[in-house]
């Protein structure tokens, strides 16, 4: 399995002086953490669309292999409620494109008084590309049933696993891919190599993990660091 590990942003100035250099400049930081971790989860993407010339100067900054994971726009989960009313979510898919191979899974985040409704999920289910790979975060519990799961599992769409404070959703395979989102404030080393062996338990071929980046700590990249060092084999003598 391919396990892509990485935090929710990068450009946080918190992080100076343990995952960044103290003196690193903010146009520096994507480059370093590249160097670092091997993806990243872009949430400002829910509140505006990143200009393609910004997406080019991502990619260009990064090696081959990494990607990013944006979060589609909130006028397709929240405003629209996964409904094709405006064509925002063609508009957000040709948008992101740009970043080529280096253009991870999408998120898509629904909002919690959003609840289950399956000719709704089944029509967007049918607008998205079946060569695009969509995640969807469910935060309302009439979601978690066995004929969403079967609908998610028809058009090879994640369901977004999320361990928080407050609780965790399902850990439902549901594609041949898989998507965690570890919100919790913080990761003894003992939950971290906990999930390191659900993770690896799982059926899928790769997988998408992002720590809670913590704007006041550099607690998430280490978190991110420490889970990514725990999933990857030993190099051989």
């Given at each position: 399995?391919?396990?892509?590990?990485?935090?929710?942003?990068?450009?946080?100035?918190?992080?100076?002086?343990?995952?960044?250099?103290?003196?690193?400049?903010?146009?520096?930081?994507?480059?370093?953490?590249?160097?670092?971790?091997p993806?990243?989860?872009?949430?400002?993407?829910?509140?505006?669309?990143?200009?393609?010339?910004?997406?080019?100067?991502?990619?260009?900054?990064t090696?081959?292999?990494?990607?990013?994971?944006?979060?589609?726009?909130?006028?397709?989960?929240?405003i629209?409620?996964?409904?094709?009313?405006?064509?925002?979510?063609?508009y957000?898919l040709?948008?992101?494109?740009?970043l080529?191979?280096?253009?991870?899974?999408?998120?898509?985040?629904?909002?919690?008084?959003?609840?289950?409704?399956?000719a709704?999920?089944s029509?967007?289910?049918?607008?998205?590309?079946?060569?695009?790979?969509?995640?969807?975060?469910?935060?309302h519990?009439?979601?978690?049933?066995?004929?969403?799961?079967?609908?998610?599992?028809?058009h090879?769409?994640?369901?977004v696993?999320?361990?928080?404070?407050?609780?965790?959703t399902?850990l439902?395979?549901?594609?041949?891919?898989?998507?965690?989102?570890?919100?919790?404030?913080?990761?003894?080393?003992?939950?971290?190599?906990?999930?390191?062996?659900?993770?690896?338990?799982?059926?899928?071929k790769?997988?998408?993990?992002?720590?809670?980046?913590?704007e006041d700590?550099?607690?998430g990249?280490?978190?991110?660091?420490?889970l990514?060092?725990?999933?990857?084999?030993?190099a051989s003598?």
């Open positions: 399995m391919n396990i892509l590990v990485g935090t929710s942003g990068w450009s946080y100035k918190e992080w100076k002086g343990s995952f960044y250099p103290a003196d690193l400049r903010a146009d520096d930081m994507l480059r370093h953490y590249a160097t670092r971790l993806a990243v989860e872009i949430n400002n993407s829910f509140y505006r669309i990143p200009k393609e010339k910004v997406l080019l100067e991502w990619a260009e900054q090696p081959a292999g990494f990607r990013f994971v944006l979060k589609a726009s909130r006028r397709i989960t929240h629209s409620r996964l409904a094709d009313e405006d064509g925002s979510l063609a957000f040709r948008t992101v494109n740009v080529g191979e280096k253009l991870g899974p999408t998120l898509f985040q629904c909002p919690p008084s959003f609840k289950k409704d399956m709704r999920l029509d967007f289910l049918g607008r998205v590309p079946r060569t695009w790979r969509a995640a969807l975060e469910f935060r519990a009439s979601w978690f049933d066995d004929d969403v799961y079967q609908a998610l599992r028809a090879d769409v994640a369901l696993a999320v361990d928080e404070d407050e609780g965790a399902p439902v395979p549901t594609a041949s891919w898989g998507y965690l989102r570890l919100r919790r404030t913080g990761y003894a080393d003992d939950a971290l190599q906990s999930w390191a062996g659900r993770i690896e338990g799982q059926p899928w790769e997988a998408f993990v992002f720590l809670k980046h913590e700590s550099a607690a990249p280490a978190s991110a660091t420490r990514l060092a725990l999933l990857t084999p030993p003598s």
